[in-house]
């Protein structure tokens, strides 16, 4: 079975601290996203990584920044965190070329104080 | 960019009836994906159905991709149905970008 996990199932951070949520797969996967998800709004795309040390923009980069040095591992940094930025945060990944078969970790919930 | 809208927004049903989640997009695709997310947050796909039908156990979909719709069957409903159901589609002018719809929330009462 495909394991995606996440660092932390949740998360409180004050405003303007920097946060790192981290983001692991076991199925040598080329494709990992990160999505945050806010209710009426469904699963909106932050950032994408077809492979080690590539990133790509999705629909809504402002604010974060992304890391990929190990194939398994991408992880998202808010650099200074801001209360609008509340949400649950997913990660997933895919086999290259089958963005149909995309696996989600359980999410992260991460409140800004 | 192609905009999702799925319908209804909520839905309470009884254990043993049957529903219809549509998801309506404004453009071609060449992806489209229903997940299952339950409440504790996990996510599972439940189909790849860019255009045709498939069917597993309880659960069907079905693509009109020339119409630029899908409808997600639940025949038989149970209280573990219960959850978000989103629709994704990927553009056919854009591989990279996959848009999510709001969610169905499905409620089986027992």
């Known amino acids: 079975d495909v394991k995606v996990t996440q660092s932390s199932r949740y998360l409180v951070k004050r405003t303007g601290e920097k946060v790192f949520l981290e983001c692991v797969q076991d199925?040598?996967?080329?494709?990992m996203f990160w999505y945050r998800q806010d209710p009426g709004l469904g699963l909106r795309l932050i950032y994408f990584?077809?492979?080690?040390?590539?990133?790509e923009k999705g629909d809504i980069p402002e604010g974060y920044s992304v890391s990929r040095e190990k194939k398994e591992r991408f992880s998202l940094i808010l650099e200074s965190a801001s209360t609008n930025q509340t949400s649950m945060y997913l990660c997933?990944?895919?086999?290259?070329?089958?963005?149909?078969?995309?696996?989600f970790g359980p999410g992260t919930r991460l409140l800004v104080l | 960019g192609i905009q999702v809208e799925q319908s209804p927004p909520d839905l309470i049903l009884q254990e043993g009836a049957n529903s219809t989640l549509r998801c309506n997009f404004s453009?071609?695709?060449?992806?489209l994906q229903w997940f299952h997310q339950n409440p504790w947050g996990q996510l599972i796909n439940l189909f790849y159905i860019p255009s045709g039908t498939k069917q597993n156990g309880r659960l069907s979909a079905t693509t009109v991709a020339t119409e630029r719709y899908s409808l997600l069957y639940i025949s038989s409903s149970q209280t573990t149905d219960s959850g978000v159901y989103f629709c994704a589609v990927e553009a056919s002018y854009n591989n990279n970008d996959m848009r999510f719809g709001a969610g169905t929330r499905l409620t089986v009462k027992p």
């Open positions: 990584s077809y492979d080690v040390k590539m990133k």
């Open positions: 199925m040598d996967h080329e494709n």
């Open positions: 997933a990944s895919s086999p290259q070329g089958r963005r149909e078969t995309q696996y």
């Open positions: 453009d071609s695709v060449n992806n």
